[in-house]
């Protein structure tokens, strides 16, 4: 099957690597085989998920020291892949742009066809060439986006980046869905924000609400997922239906 997602949102502070943590450990233990691949210099996946060595192999020394892309993918603590990133990226970032090497890690994906079911592609919180990277070898992008209005606007600008890459024959991809994250219906913003999504991308907007969670906070200080941390949780359950619905909607295609 080999579904490529891209997990994206320009604005940062909005679930995006919570998402992608939780969504992989929530694909994985539906036993499918998933990859997480990190594309943020930050990292902040890679720690989630376990990786604390720094000595670990990533896109980079795919890139510049010709590692096989096999060599650059650890075992999560919640049995999913996962190919680490760092600060590192950001050199590499720098090179893709310098060499006009578009598209390379598109191509170095097409060796792992038919060992993953699911690849998911943890962004940069910046429309940067690492985030062009991962909507280039993408066949779907997810939006997890924060019931705010400034928020709308960033969902805005990326849809037309990935409308405009498509429209080039750049890529096949195309957005799956925008997910609502650190939701609150206590507070009447989000109310609000979320009934304009509703109406505005009513074929879009996932059913599933990713409430605001202190155990999916502290999950990733654990090097695992809410979804192993603290499973009762509404922050886990919420993950674990978000899964079931996104299974729903691309393999039903």
Do not use: W
Not at 62 to 85: A, L, M, R, T, W
Not at 102 to 107: I, R, V, Y
Not at 217 to 227: D, K, R, Y
């Amino acid at each position: 099957m080999n579904k490529v997602i891209a997990i994206a949102n320009q604005k940062g502070g909005v679930g995006k690597t919570t998402t992608a943590v939780n969504l992989a450990a929530s694909l994985a233990a539906t036993k499918r085989k998933v990859l997480l691949i990190d594309l943020d210099p930050q990292g902040n996946a890679s720690t989630a998920a376990g990786i604390k060595n720094k000595e670990s192999f990533s896109l980079y020394h795919h890139y510049f020291e010709e590692k096989d892309i096999n060599q650059c993918i650890y075992q999560s603590n919640d049995s999913y892949g996962v190919i680490p990133g760092g600060e590192e990226l950001i050199a590499l970032e720098v090179a893709i742009r310098n060499n006009n090497n578009q598209g390379c890690l598109s191509k170095s994906l097409q060796t792992l066809n038919g060992l993953f079911d699911y690849i998911l592609i943890d962004t940069p919180p910046t429309l940067n060439q690492l985030t062009i990277e991962g909507l280039f070898c993408a066949s779907g992008t997810l939006i997890p986006l924060q019931c705010e209005y400034y928020s709308l606007e960033g969902v805005t600008g990326l849809m037309h980046t990935i409308k405009t890459l498509s429209d080039k024959n750049m890529t096949s991809n195309r957005v799956i869905g925008i997910v609502r994250t650190m939701v609150d219906m206590r507070n009447n913003l989000a109310k609000e924000v979320s009934n304009e999504l509703e109406k505005h991308f009513s074929t879009l907007i996932f059913n599933t609400l990713i409430p605001r969670n202190v155990k999916l906070a502290e999950a990733p200080s654990h090097g695992v997922s809410g979804i192993k941390y603290m499973p009762s949780s509404y922050g886990a359950k919420a993950y674990l239906a978000l899964a079931g619905e996104l299974i729903r909607r691309v393999e039903s295609v």
